[in-house]
Each structure stands twice: as structure tokens, then as C-alpha cells.
């Protein structure tokens, strides 16, 4: 099958951001009196949108209380927003992917649970030299994913079947994702997931370096 638009997650697939998210977390934590965490265990946070990841950061017995969640969201919030490029950069061999689908006429998006406001930011400061055509982030109007509701309205807006679309993503929410929109779902491993999680949700093609995609899906 040709496929036709590549539907890219952001964060574990376009761009490393652990350690900026990790940073911004543990600073609103410590803000507030709370444990921070070790770099590393951000990867099984990220992915549901900044509420979870947050959630996820407190302390069980905090998680509930959303007068906390609330609190250390906002810090989160103010704090990311003023340094959330500060250690995050593109994946190795993402720029030379993005070129070759753009040679090539293959349509790209974004589809995230990063809130829209953040994503924008990023595809203004690291990926402003490509042109995707639809860029969704979570936003309240949006369910997150694994909801297909964004993939399937980037679908719509492109005027491409889904089954004609790759999901492009790095944890068992996006294979979901892709899963329930009809999309082609590919894993990719260098991000904050492992191929066994990717695997069980519905992966059917797992990557370790981005150009691999062009070997295994005819775009």
C-alpha cells in the first residue's frame, strides 16, 4: 500500500524533552515540599498529557488531592514555559526523515497530549524548517489520545483514509491510537518506551533509528 501522510507524537519521537520536562516537574515539586525523581523515571510519566505526568510525580497518597495536582500543574506550567528548550533537541536522523517525506510529497502532522501551547512553541523553535500540514496538542476541546478523535480529524482534514496514514510513536497510547483510527502503527525505540509496550498494544512495525521507516513503509 502507498501511504500517503506520516501522523508523527512529539515528545519520545520528534524530540528528546525528558530531562526539560523532568527539570520542570522536580522544580514544582520542590516548590511545594515534595520528593523529586531521578531523571529516568520521567519516562513512565510522560504521555497522558501534564496533568498525569504530574499526578504521576506525587506522592501516592498526593495524587487524589486536587488541590495539589492543581498547584503543582500551575508551577509546572510557569516554570516550562520558561525553560522548555533549554536541553530539549530533535532525535538524530529526524531532520534527514523529515527532508526525505518532504521530497517525497508525503504529507506530515503532529498529533500530542503535550497542551497545544507548548507543542506550537516547539514546532516554532525546532521545527520550523518543515511544513506539517495539521499540528494537534491537547487542548480541553480534544480528548486525549488513545482516543483516535485527533487522528481521525487529521484524516478528515488532509482528505486521506486513515488506512492510508503511518502513526509514527513511541508508547502503547499512540499504537492504541493508531490501532483505533485504521492507521499503520510503527514503534519507535528510542524513546521513553519499550518495545515490549509497544508490541502489546498494537505495534506492527518497531524502528531503532528514524530512517528505517522508508525501508519498511512504502511513502
Known amino acids: 500500500m502507498n ?3 506520516v501522523v508523527f507524537d512529539l515528545d519520545g519521537t520528534l524530540i528528546d524533552s525528558l530531562e526539560d520536562l523532568a527539570d520542570a516537574v522536580n522544580q514544582a515539586l520542590d516548590m511545594n515540599g515534595l520528593p523529586t525523581h531521578a531523571t529516568g523515571c520521567f519516562k513512565y510519566f510522560i504521555g497522558n498529557g501534564a496533568r498525569t505526568m504530574v499526578s504521576r510525580a506525587l506522592p501516592e497518597n ?3 488531592d486536587e488541590a495539589i495536582v492543581e498547584k503543582c500543574l500551575d508551577d509546572f506550567n510557569i516554570i516550562y514555559s520558561r525553560a522548555f528548550n533549554v536541553k530539549t533537541k530533535l532525535y538524530e536522523g529526524i531532520p534527514e526523515l523529515l527532508d526525505e517525506l518532504s521530497e517525497r510529497g508525503v504529507k506530515k502532522t503532529i498529533l500530542t497530549n503535550k497542551p497545544h501551547l507548548f507543542t506550537e512553541k516547539y514546532v516554532d523553535d525546532l521545527l520550523a ?12 476541546e480534544i480528548p486525549r489520545k488513545p482516543d483516535p478523535w485527533g487522528a481521525l480529524r487529521i484524516s478528515s482534514e488532509l482528505g486521506i483514509d486513515s488506512s492510508q496514514m503511518v502513526y509514527l510513536g513511541d508508547s502503547g497510547v499512540d499504537m ?4 483505533g483510527a485504521g492507521m499503520l502503527p510503527v514503534g519507535v525505540l528510542w524513546g521513553f518506551r519499550t518495545s515490549d509496550e509497544l508490541r502489546k498494544n498494537g505495534a506492527e512495525h518497531l524502528i531503532e533509528t528514524p530512517m528505517e521507516l522508508l525501508s519498511i513503509v512504502n511513502l
Request: proline share 0%.
Open 3 to 5: 501511504y500517503g501522510a
Open 62 to 64: 498526593k495524587r487524589n
Open 129 to 140: 524548517d518543515w511544513n506539517f500540514e495539521v499540528v494537534i496538542g491537547h487542548t480541553d
Open 176 to 179: 492504541l491510537t493508531a490501532v
